[in-house]
């Protein structure tokens, strides 16, 4: 049995060896072999220098470089892609989410779940308004997605070999993985905990993209915008129709002049500002399509450095065969 822990970094060298010394810590205490992936996300600080030097003393850790920062999401799909574990944990270096619940979770696969997620129950060292922004979020797209997706919970998480499999599979350029961890199904249960601050360095996540990547999971798990949009239009229209039947009316009644300036400006930009709202959802979706249809491959890989722990266990299955 293997258990692979996967690793997106992007400029980590502050918490690397933190991470890696409480991290093998927990995984020494497991009664199976284990690997840790590092995903060096085109690091540009000495991040991977400092897995070159980790990885002499530690057989277990194998480092996938891809060839330049592709962001997270597809960070995880690379590490997703090379990892060789019956089960594979998905956490983060900082430190925020403890490598001290990978027992728990393990114990939960064993106990027959093929995705076991953690879920905050806290979340220290963040200010109130991501708290509130990220609870806010969770809560629309649950109303909106057709697929359920668990509420305050991160990328923390650890799944089957036939999990992972399964979401080898999918391939859309548009990711987003918390979305596409709950669109395989297959049993699934949450781990609560607390999440730390974290450990040092600075959050890659400003709010533009965490923007970013809402738009992305709304627009990747639902047509809601696109309906919204259409629902708008309709009751704009009929807004429209019924108060110029309303000025035609009380014009051939009463006799009264027609609003003028003002009001025309008022109808105008309303219009123009629905019009453009809508043109930006189609937008949104059409850009999508855009990518898609060119094909290019998820990542590129600049190096990748295996853990002995799979080749061996790999040799083992070889000379049993």
Not at 178 to 203: C, M, N
């Amino acid at each position: 049995m293997l258990l692979s822990v996967i690793v997106p970094v992007f400029n980590e060298e502050k918490v690397i060896k933190s991470f890696l010394q409480r991290t093998t810590s927990v995984l020494d205490t497991l009664s199976f072999d284990s690997e840790i992936s590092f995903v060096n996300d085109g690091s540009t600080d000495s991040t991977l220098d400092i897995l070159n030097q980790l990885k002499e003393h530690d057989p277990r850790i194998s480092i996938v470089d891809l060839s330049r920062n592709f962001g997270k999401e597809i960070a995880m799909t690379a590490g997703l892609d090379y990892c060789k574990g019956d089960a594979v944990v998905i956490i983060d270096a900082d430190l925020q989410d403890p490598p001290e619940l990978i027992p728990e979770l393990v114990q939960e696969w064993q106990a027959g779940y093929d995705v076991v997620y953690a879920k905050r129950i806290s979340r220290k060292g963040e200010s109130a308004l991501k708290k509130l922004t990220s609870k806010a979020f969770y809560r629309v797209i649950k109303c909106v997605s057709h697929v359920p997706i668990p509420e305050d919970t991160g990328d923390f998480r650890l799944m089957s070999r036939r999990a992972v499999n399964a979401l080898n599979s999918l391939r859309e350029r548009n990711r987003y993985m918390k979305g596409l961890f709950a669109w395989i199904g297959y049993s699934q249960t949450a781990v609560l905990y607390h999440r730390d601050p974290r450990y040092a360095g600075e959050s890659k996540w400003n709010y533009l993209s965490l923007w970013d990547l809402a738009i992305e999971g709304i627009t990747s798990f639902t047509v809601a915008p696109l309906k919204l949009s259409t629902y708008l239009g309709l009751l704009t229209a009929t807004g429209a129709f019924i108060y110029g039947l309303w000025i035609i009316i009380k014009t051939l009644i009463y006799s009264d002049p027609v609003a003028g300036y003002p009001t025309m400006m008022v109808v105008i930009l309303f219009l123009g500002g629905v019009q453009l709202l809508a043109l930006g959802i189609i937008g949104e979706y059409l850009g999508r399509i855009f990518s898609e249809s060119k094909q290019r491959p998820l990542y590129l890989v600049n190096e990748l450095h295996k853990s002995a722990s799979a080749e061996a266990i790999k040799k083992r299955g070889k000379d049993k065969g």
